[in-house]
């Protein structure tokens, strides 16, 4: 048996079996390495093309689809927004134009109670200014009447002291002649 196994030596194979360098660099097996090669890529291109290509092709087809359908969410959403938005704007600016009339109302009534009460307080200050005034027309004439008199009786005392003789009506036309001016 000794002969048979040396029968077999090839140059990639030692007398102890062992292989002598790298194998796959052998030329011997070469052939052997190719065929092996080319059916296992025959194998790997069929599982990919039959199995798995497939199944990806159907994921990322999916994922297209889930995305194309979340774009066209997006901007169904982003138009509602907007419209919502120009609502909101809308609602906003008739908001304001209503505070502004209502404010102008407001402005108004306040207004005419104000006027109302200016003329009132007009009117209550013209009657007591009329009544000051007549007061005071009133007060004026007693001043006046209780002037004669302190002065009629003063000049009277005052020619008593001097020595003469006091005539009343004397005295009281000569007051009221001083008096006129």
């Known amino acids: 048996m000794a002969t048979e196994t040396n029968d077999f030596v090839s140059s990639c194979i030692d007398a102890g079996g062992s292989a002598v360098g790298m194998p796959q660099l052998c030329g011997e097996w070469m052939g052997n390495q190719i065929f092996w090669l080319v059916v296992t890529l025959v194998v790997i291109f069929l599982i990919l093309s039959r199995v798995a290509l497939p199944r990806i092709g159907a994921i990322l087809a999916e994922r297209q689809g889930t995305i194309t359908n979340d774009i066209a969410a997006a901007e169904e959403l982003k138009a509602k927004a907007v419209e919502a938005e120009e609502l909101y704007n809308k609602a906003l600016a008739d908001a304001r134009a209503e505070a502004q009339r209502i404010a102008a109302e407001a402005r108004a009534e306040i207004q005419v109670g104000l006027d109302e009460a200016i003329a009132k307080a007009d009117a209550e200050i013209a ?15 007693g001043a006046l009447d ?31 002649a001083r008096v006129k001016g």
């Open 146 to 176: 209780s002037i004669k008199v302190v002065a009629t009786d003063t000049a009277g005392e005052i020619v008593t002291a001097l020595g003469g003789a006091a005539d009343e009506a004397g005295v009281a036309n000569a007051v009221q």
């Open 127 to 141: 009657a007591k200014t009329a009544e000051s005034e007549k007061a005071i027309a009133e007060i004026r004439a």
